[in-house]
């Protein structure tokens, strides 16, 4: 049994992320900490630029994903906090070139004041569901080699 998405009818379908999700049972969840737009050492990348902070961003909650050992079409849920006065249709734009438009997550926006990391524009927290391999049985994914052994 893989994620599911619902999108109802009688609400908007977005480009950008689905209305609701059901996460089957077996699935182990991965949370991703709020990311924001810098490199290993620390350093902020695209000061002042939400579009190349937003990329940064992504990538960093990519990485944390490729760890757990999931990937984008395994997002749950984005939560998304952004400055006041940044082009969101900007940040949006730059963030869903990294998301599946098949596979789209919950997404959660909030414009703050400020960010807790000096320069910080956008920070990004997510949620995956890891589908682990020794559960694919017991929710009749995968194959059994012996049928015969429940």
Same mark, same amino acid.
């Given at each position: 049994?893989? $994620?599911?998405?619902?999108?109802? %009818?009688?609400? !908007?379908?977005?480009?950008?992320?689905?209305?609701?999700? /059901? /996460?089957?049972?077996? +699935?182990?969840?991965?949370?991703?900490? *709020?990311?924001?737009? $810098?490199?290993?050492? *620390?350093?902020?990348?695209?000061?002042?630029?939400?579009?190349?902070?937003? #990329?940064?961003?992504?990538?960093?909650?990519?990485?944390?994903?490729? +760890?757990?050992?999931?990937?984008?079409? %395994?997002?749950?849920?984005?939560?998304? #906090?952004?400055?006041?006065?940044?082009?969101?249709?900007? +940040?949006?734009?730059?963030?869903? %070139?990294?998301?599946?438009?098949?596979?789209?997550?919950? /997404?959660?926006?909030?414009?703050?004041?400020?960010?807790?990391?000096?320069?910080?524009?956008?920070?990004?927290?997510?949620?995956?569901?890891?589908? %682990?391999?020794?559960?694919?049985? @017991?929710? *009749?994914?995968? !194959?059994?080699?012996?049928?015969? @052994?429940?």
């Amino acid at each position: 049994m893989a $994620v599911e998405r619902i999108n109802p %009818d009688q609400l !908007e379908r977005s480009p950008y992320y689905s209305q609701a999700t /059901v /996460v089957p049972a077996g +699935a182990s969840l991965v949370f991703v900490g *709020g990311q924001n737009a $810098v490199d290993a050492s *620390g350093a902020v990348i695209g000061e002042g630029d939400i579009e190349a902070q937003t #990329k940064q961003v992504m990538v960093n909650v990519m990485a944390c994903l490729a +760890a757990a050992g999931t990937q984008a079409t %395994d997002l749950v849920s984005l939560e998304i #906090k952004v400055v006041a006065g940044v082009d969101l249709r900007a +940040a949006a734009q730059s963030a869903a %070139d990294y998301l599946d438009p098949n596979s789209l997550p919950l /997404v959660s926006v909030s414009v703050v004041q400020q960010l807790a990391r000096p320069g910080a524009l956008v920070e990004v927290s997510a949620v995956a569901a890891r589908l %682990d391999a020794g559960d694919a049985v @017991w929710l *009749g994914r995968g !194959e059994v080699a012996d049928p015969a @052994w429940f």
